[in-house]
């Protein structure tokens, strides 16, 4: 593909598309690259209705393919939130670390063995006659009682993955990268776009 604009504002989120990305996309563009696009209010009830609907805005609005994802934490005991709200968790401005405080409050003590958590992801890949496709991810893991590690971003120094003994901002970015949600949903991209 020579073209694809990734609907994201999130720097992190766009340094990992880059490097996943690499040899599949000529040229990657994000939001930075069209200040004029609109922001979309991402009001849907799951993941995929709003991945859809970030990625369908823009494509329509530039004439580009463009994937957008959503992802997000879904904790077990807390019956699967934050979900879709997880980057706005502790309210529609709230950092990394208000979000985690949050998260470390609803969960204060909640035995190890009850503390089961998912990273979910879904990205959608459509083009400007609005036809989309969509691709899914997930890693399982523990979130632990204080935080640990300083690669990553949101959630990552709390989420430990127990193959590795480490929480995802432990990992090398690359190893990350081959595990996480977003890595998994994007290899399936990847193979499509090898399809096709």
Do not use: W
Request: charged share 25%; net charge negative.
């Amino acid at each position: 593909m020579k073209e694809l604009l990734v609907a994201t504002g999130n720097k992190g989120k766009l340094r990992e598309l880059q490097l996943l990305l690499q040899g599949s996309v000529e040229r990657l563009l994000s939001l930075a690259d069209f200040p004029e696009l609109p922001a979309v209010e991402e009001d849907g009830k799951t993941f995929v209705e709003n991945a859809i609907k970030k990625a369908r805005s823009a494509a329509m609005a530039t004439g580009l393919p463009v994937l957008a994802d959503d992802s997000g934490l879904v904790v077990d005991f807390l019956d699967g939130r934050p979900g879709v709200h997880s980057a706005r968790f502790a309210g529609a401005a709230a950092t990394d670390a208000e979000n985690n405080a949050l998260l470390l409050r609803e969960l204060a003590g909640v035995p190890v063995d009850l503390r089961g958590a998912a990273f979910r992801c879904f990205i959608a890949l459509c083009l400007p006659d609005g036809a989309c496709e969509t691709f899914d991810g997930e890693l399982r893991g523990i979130i632990l009682e204080t935080p640990r590690g300083t690669e990553g971003f949101g959630y990552d120094p709390l989420f430990l993955v127990p193959e590795y003994g480490k929480t995802l901002a432990e990992l090398p970015l690359a190893t990350k990268n081959r595990i996480s949600h977003r890595g998994k949903a994007l290899l399936s991209l990847k193979q499509f776009l090898a399809g096709h």
